[in-house]
Protein backbone atom coordinates (compact mmCIF):
# COMPACT_ATOMS: atom_id res chain seq x y z
CA UNK A 1 0.00 0.00 0.00
CA UNK A 2 1.67 3.71 -1.04
CA UNK A 3 0.71 5.94 2.41
CA UNK A 4 0.70 9.54 2.00
CA UNK A 5 1.64 10.84 5.85
CA UNK A 6 0.19 14.30 6.89
CA UNK A 7 1.65 15.25 9.79
CA UNK A 8 5.31 14.03 10.50
CA UNK A 9 5.33 13.93 14.28
CA UNK A 10 5.57 11.51 16.94
CA UNK A 11 2.79 9.45 15.47
CA UNK A 12 3.50 9.87 11.89
CA UNK A 13 6.89 8.71 12.49
CA UNK A 14 6.01 5.84 14.04
CA UNK A 15 3.83 5.21 11.71
CA UNK A 16 6.49 5.53 9.12
CA UNK A 17 7.94 2.51 10.79
CA UNK A 18 6.06 0.63 11.41
CA UNK A 19 4.39 0.95 7.33
CA UNK A 20 7.59 0.65 6.49
CA UNK A 21 8.41 -2.60 8.13
CA UNK A 22 5.40 -4.11 7.39
CA UNK A 23 6.33 -3.51 3.51
CA UNK A 24 4.02 -0.87 2.54
CA UNK A 25 5.23 2.34 1.16
CA UNK A 26 5.40 5.98 2.15
CA UNK A 27 4.73 8.13 -0.77
CA UNK A 28 4.95 11.69 1.03
CA UNK A 29 5.35 13.01 4.60
CA UNK A 30 3.77 15.87 5.06
CA UNK A 31 4.50 18.60 8.10
CA UNK A 32 3.77 22.02 8.77
CA UNK A 33 7.53 22.96 6.73
CA UNK A 34 7.25 21.52 3.66
CA UNK A 35 2.81 21.51 3.06
CA UNK A 36 3.64 22.92 -0.77
CA UNK A 37 4.87 19.03 -1.29
CA UNK A 38 1.34 18.43 -1.34
CA UNK A 39 0.69 20.62 -4.26
CA UNK A 40 2.69 17.68 -6.79
CA UNK A 41 1.23 14.61 -5.20
CA UNK A 42 -1.82 12.77 -6.88
CA UNK A 43 -3.83 10.17 -6.54
CA UNK A 44 -1.99 7.95 -9.04
CA UNK A 45 0.95 8.08 -6.29
CA UNK A 46 -1.32 7.40 -3.18
CA UNK A 47 -3.33 4.79 -2.54
CA UNK A 48 -4.77 6.52 0.76
CA UNK A 49 -3.69 8.79 2.92
CA UNK A 50 -3.28 9.52 7.31
CA UNK A 51 -3.37 12.15 8.85
CA UNK A 52 -1.89 12.78 12.48
CA UNK A 53 -1.12 16.52 12.29
CA UNK A 54 -2.85 19.20 14.39
CA UNK A 55 -6.35 20.86 15.29
CA UNK A 56 -6.45 23.55 13.18
CA UNK A 57 -4.63 21.53 9.86
CA UNK A 58 -7.02 18.80 10.03
CA UNK A 59 -10.21 19.72 8.27
CA UNK A 60 -7.61 21.42 5.29
CA UNK A 61 -5.45 18.21 5.24
CA UNK A 62 -9.35 16.23 4.52
CA UNK A 63 -10.65 17.96 2.19
CA UNK A 64 -7.73 17.97 -0.36
CA UNK A 65 -7.04 14.30 -0.15
CA UNK A 66 -11.51 14.29 -0.76
CA UNK A 67 -10.47 16.85 -3.54
CA UNK A 68 -7.83 14.64 -4.93
CA UNK A 69 -9.86 11.13 -4.23
CA UNK A 70 -7.54 10.21 -2.00
CA UNK A 71 -8.98 8.05 1.07
CA UNK A 72 -8.16 9.54 4.31
CA UNK A 73 -7.96 8.00 7.37
CA UNK A 74 -7.92 10.13 10.53
CA UNK A 75 -6.87 10.51 14.01
CA UNK A 76 -5.94 13.84 14.72
CA UNK A 77 -8.30 15.11 17.44
CA UNK A 78 -9.60 18.70 18.49
CA UNK A 79 -11.67 19.71 15.22
CA UNK A 80 -15.06 17.99 16.12
CA UNK A 81 -16.67 21.09 16.00
CA UNK A 82 -16.39 21.37 12.08
CA UNK A 83 -17.17 17.59 11.40
CA UNK A 84 -20.74 17.86 10.43
CA UNK A 85 -19.18 20.69 7.79
CA UNK A 86 -16.50 17.74 6.46
CA UNK A 87 -19.06 14.70 6.51
CA UNK A 88 -21.32 16.67 3.86
CA UNK A 89 -18.53 18.15 1.93
CA UNK A 90 -16.88 14.28 1.51
CA UNK A 91 -20.58 12.94 1.01
CA UNK A 92 -21.17 15.85 -1.71
CA UNK A 93 -18.17 14.91 -3.43
CA UNK A 94 -17.78 11.33 -3.32
CA UNK A 95 -15.32 11.04 -1.06
CA UNK A 96 -13.77 8.55 1.31
CA UNK A 97 -12.95 9.20 4.74
CA UNK A 98 -12.94 7.99 8.41
CA UNK A 99 -11.94 10.03 11.57
CA UNK A 100 -11.40 8.04 14.87
CA UNK A 101 -10.70 9.56 18.17
CA UNK A 102 -8.54 6.46 18.83
CA UNK A 103 -6.95 4.12 16.35
CA UNK A 104 -5.99 1.15 19.60
CA UNK A 105 -8.72 -1.83 19.53
CA UNK A 106 -8.19 -1.70 23.28
CA UNK A 107 -9.99 1.39 23.26
CA UNK A 108 -12.43 0.69 21.07
CA UNK A 109 -13.50 -2.28 22.84
CA UNK A 110 -13.55 -0.09 26.10
CA UNK A 111 -15.87 1.93 23.96
CA UNK A 112 -18.42 -0.96 24.18
CA UNK A 113 -17.87 -2.27 27.82
CA UNK A 114 -18.57 1.87 29.07
CA UNK A 115 -21.83 1.88 26.99
CA UNK A 116 -22.75 -1.40 28.50
CA UNK A 117 -22.06 -0.23 32.32
CA UNK A 118 -23.66 2.79 31.76
CA UNK A 119 -26.87 1.80 30.51
CA UNK A 120 -26.54 -1.02 33.75
CA UNK A 121 -26.29 2.28 35.80
CA UNK A 122 -29.51 3.53 34.66
CA UNK A 123 -31.42 1.95 37.88
CA UNK A 124 -27.99 1.86 40.26
CA UNK A 125 -28.68 6.12 40.98
CA UNK A 126 -26.83 5.80 44.14
CA UNK A 127 -23.65 5.93 41.93
CA UNK A 128 -22.16 8.97 40.60
CA UNK A 129 -20.14 9.23 37.47
CA UNK A 130 -16.99 10.82 36.70
CA UNK A 131 -14.45 10.62 33.71
CA UNK A 132 -10.56 11.10 33.83
CA UNK A 133 -8.09 11.54 30.58
CA UNK A 134 -4.19 11.82 31.87
CA UNK A 135 -1.67 12.66 28.37
CA UNK A 136 1.27 14.02 28.01
CA UNK A 137 2.11 18.17 28.38
CA UNK A 138 2.66 18.17 24.64
CA UNK A 139 -1.08 17.91 23.80
CA UNK A 140 -2.70 20.79 22.19
CA UNK A 141 -6.18 19.83 22.83
CA UNK A 142 -8.46 19.20 25.82
CA UNK A 143 -10.54 17.16 26.65
CA UNK A 144 -8.68 14.58 24.82
CA UNK A 145 -10.88 13.37 21.89
CA UNK A 146 -11.17 9.82 22.91
CA UNK A 147 -12.68 10.97 26.39
CA UNK A 148 -15.31 13.13 24.36
CA UNK A 149 -16.36 9.77 22.69
CA UNK A 150 -16.32 7.89 26.14
CA UNK A 151 -19.00 10.96 27.45
CA UNK A 152 -21.22 10.69 24.37
CA UNK A 153 -21.18 6.81 25.39
CA UNK A 154 -22.52 7.48 28.97
CA UNK A 155 -24.69 10.32 27.69
CA UNK A 156 -26.20 7.66 24.98
CA UNK A 157 -27.14 5.52 27.17
CA UNK A 158 -27.34 7.04 30.83
CA UNK A 159 -30.35 9.04 31.50
CA UNK A 160 -29.40 10.77 34.15
CA UNK A 161 -26.43 12.52 32.44
CA UNK A 162 -26.85 15.27 29.30
CA UNK A 163 -24.01 16.83 28.68
CA UNK A 164 -19.97 17.10 29.21
CA UNK A 165 -18.12 19.65 30.83
CA UNK A 166 -14.13 19.88 31.19
CA UNK A 167 -14.10 20.84 34.59
CA UNK A 168 -15.48 20.16 37.75
CA UNK A 169 -19.49 20.49 38.10
CA UNK A 170 -22.15 20.34 40.65
CA UNK A 171 -24.78 19.60 38.59
CA UNK A 172 -26.25 16.61 38.10
CA UNK A 173 -27.34 16.54 34.77
CA UNK A 174 -23.34 17.69 33.54
CA UNK A 175 -20.57 14.84 33.60
CA UNK A 176 -17.42 15.89 34.56
CA UNK A 177 -14.18 15.23 32.43
CA UNK A 178 -10.85 16.09 34.24
CA UNK A 179 -8.12 16.47 32.06
CA UNK A 180 -4.42 16.02 33.55
CA UNK A 181 -1.06 16.77 31.82
CA UNK A 182 1.73 14.42 32.88
CA UNK A 183 4.70 13.21 30.82
CA UNK A 184 5.41 11.10 29.35
CA UNK A 185 1.79 9.47 29.51
CA UNK A 186 0.85 8.52 25.91
CA UNK A 187 -2.65 8.03 26.68
CA UNK A 188 -4.86 6.97 29.87
CA UNK A 189 -8.62 7.14 30.13
CA UNK A 190 -11.35 6.21 33.34
CA UNK A 191 -14.85 5.97 33.93
CA UNK A 192 -15.58 5.43 37.75
CA UNK A 193 -18.91 4.97 39.08
CA UNK A 194 -18.65 5.97 43.13
CA UNK A 195 -21.16 5.33 45.96
CA UNK A 196 -21.02 5.96 49.40
CA UNK A 197 -19.76 2.37 49.83
CA UNK A 198 -18.27 1.25 46.78
CA UNK A 199 -16.09 2.23 43.70
CA UNK A 200 -16.02 0.74 40.27
CA UNK A 201 -13.63 1.77 37.76
CA UNK A 202 -12.85 1.18 34.26
CA UNK A 203 -9.43 2.02 32.76
CA UNK A 204 -7.52 2.03 29.92
CA UNK A 205 -3.45 2.55 29.90
CA UNK A 206 -1.80 2.65 26.68
CA UNK A 207 1.56 1.42 27.31
CA UNK A 208 3.07 2.87 23.78
CA UNK A 209 1.90 4.91 20.91
CA UNK A 210 2.26 1.38 19.09
CA UNK A 211 -1.40 0.49 19.05
CA UNK A 212 -2.59 4.01 17.70
CA UNK A 213 0.14 3.08 14.84
CA UNK A 214 -0.78 -0.42 13.89
CA UNK A 215 -4.87 0.56 14.22
CA UNK A 216 -4.14 3.32 12.11
CA UNK A 217 -2.18 1.29 9.11
CA UNK A 218 -5.08 -1.37 9.39
CA UNK A 219 -7.84 1.01 8.78
CA UNK A 220 -5.76 3.13 6.06
CA UNK A 221 -5.98 -0.17 4.04
CA UNK A 222 -9.14 -1.29 4.78
CA UNK A 223 -10.40 2.06 3.89
CA UNK A 224 -8.81 1.52 0.22
CA UNK A 225 -11.80 -0.42 -0.25
CA UNK A 226 -14.49 1.27 1.18
CA UNK A 227 -16.88 4.29 -0.13
CA UNK A 228 -18.01 7.33 2.08
CA UNK A 229 -17.85 8.71 5.77
CA UNK A 230 -16.72 5.64 7.66
CA UNK A 231 -16.88 5.49 11.81
CA UNK A 232 -14.49 2.83 13.97
CA UNK A 233 -17.36 0.84 14.38
CA UNK A 234 -17.67 -0.22 10.43
CA UNK A 235 -14.20 -1.45 10.80
CA UNK A 236 -14.20 -3.08 14.05
CA UNK A 237 -17.85 -4.88 13.55
CA UNK A 238 -16.93 -5.96 10.05
N1 LIG B 1 -6.74 8.95 17.03
C1 LIG B 1 -5.68 8.42 17.65
O1 LIG B 1 -5.56 7.19 17.82
C2 LIG B 1 -4.59 9.34 18.11
C3 LIG B 1 -4.70 10.68 17.88
N2 LIG B 1 -3.67 11.52 18.16
C4 LIG B 1 -3.84 12.90 17.71
O2 LIG B 1 -3.06 13.05 16.53
C5 LIG B 1 -2.57 14.39 16.43
C6 LIG B 1 -1.05 14.36 16.24
O3 LIG B 1 -0.45 13.80 17.36
P1 LIG B 1 1.16 13.75 17.48
O4 LIG B 1 1.77 13.03 16.34
O5 LIG B 1 1.41 13.29 18.86
O6 LIG B 1 1.50 15.31 17.36
P2 LIG B 1 2.91 16.02 17.01
O7 LIG B 1 2.79 17.41 17.53
O8 LIG B 1 4.04 15.17 17.45
O9 LIG B 1 2.91 16.08 15.41
C7 LIG B 1 2.07 16.91 14.67
C8 LIG B 1 2.60 17.02 13.25
O10 LIG B 1 1.67 17.76 12.47
C9 LIG B 1 2.41 18.65 11.64
N3 LIG B 1 1.57 19.74 11.18
C10 LIG B 1 1.22 20.88 11.81
N4 LIG B 1 0.50 21.65 11.00
C11 LIG B 1 0.41 20.98 9.81
C12 LIG B 1 -0.18 21.26 8.56
N5 LIG B 1 -0.82 22.42 8.35
N6 LIG B 1 -0.13 20.32 7.59
C13 LIG B 1 0.53 19.16 7.79
N7 LIG B 1 1.15 18.85 8.94
C14 LIG B 1 1.08 19.75 9.93
C15 LIG B 1 3.58 19.09 12.51
O11 LIG B 1 4.61 19.63 11.71
C16 LIG B 1 3.95 17.74 13.11
O12 LIG B 1 4.75 17.02 12.20
C17 LIG B 1 -3.08 15.10 17.68
O13 LIG B 1 -4.28 15.77 17.37
C18 LIG B 1 -3.38 13.97 18.66
O14 LIG B 1 -4.37 14.30 19.59
C19 LIG B 1 -2.51 11.08 18.71
C20 LIG B 1 -2.34 9.77 19.01
C21 LIG B 1 -3.38 8.78 18.74
O1 LIG C 1 -2.60 13.51 21.75
C1 LIG C 1 -2.41 12.30 22.01
O2 LIG C 1 -1.30 11.86 22.29
C2 LIG C 1 -3.57 11.38 21.93
N1 LIG C 1 -4.67 11.85 21.43
C3 LIG C 1 -5.88 11.12 21.22
C4 LIG C 1 -7.02 11.75 21.97
O3 LIG C 1 -7.13 12.99 22.00
O4 LIG C 1 -7.86 11.02 22.51
C5 LIG C 1 -5.73 9.64 21.40
C6 LIG C 1 -4.71 9.20 22.39
O5 LIG C 1 -5.27 9.21 23.66
C7 LIG C 1 -3.41 9.97 22.32
Avoid at 52 to 81: R, Y
Wanted: charged share 25%; net charge negative.
Amino acid sequence: MRILLLGYGKMGQLIDKLATEDGHTIVGKIHIDNRDELKSITRNEADVAIDFSQPSAAVENIKWCIDQGIPVAVGTTGWLEQKEAVDNYCLKNHGTYLYASNFSIGVNLFFKLNEQLAKLMNSQEQYAVTSKEIHHTQKLDSPSGTSITIAEGIINNLGRKTKWVNNESDKAEELEIISERIDPTPGTHQVTYSSTVDSIDITHTAHSREGFARGAIAVAQWLTHQKGVKQMSDFIDQ
